[in-house]
């Protein structure tokens, strides 16, 4: 999961939205309900679930 920080540039509301990172963002306000207004805010600070699984495989390279 990852939560995007969302602003609508009809209402300028800020939302923020939690999803999982295979689906596909959402565009449509939650608020105001106007149609493919949402934008991504990239100035905020993207929270990303870091789990396990993410490890560099570079380790495994040491095979002598
Ligand atoms: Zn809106």
Redesign the pocket.
């Known amino acids: 999961m990852a939560i995007y920080d969302f602003y ?1 540039k ?2 300028k ?1 800020n939302f923020t939205i939690e999803q999982s990172m295979k689906d596909e963002l959402p565009k449509d ?1 939650p ?2 309900k ?1 149609k493919n ?1 949402l934008r991504q805010n990239y100035g905020a600070t993207p929270i990303l679930f870091k789990g396990e699984g993410f490890y560099c495989t570079d380790m495994k390279k040491t095979t002598n």
Do not use: N
């Open positions: 609508c009809k209402c509301e306000c608020k105001c106007a207004t």
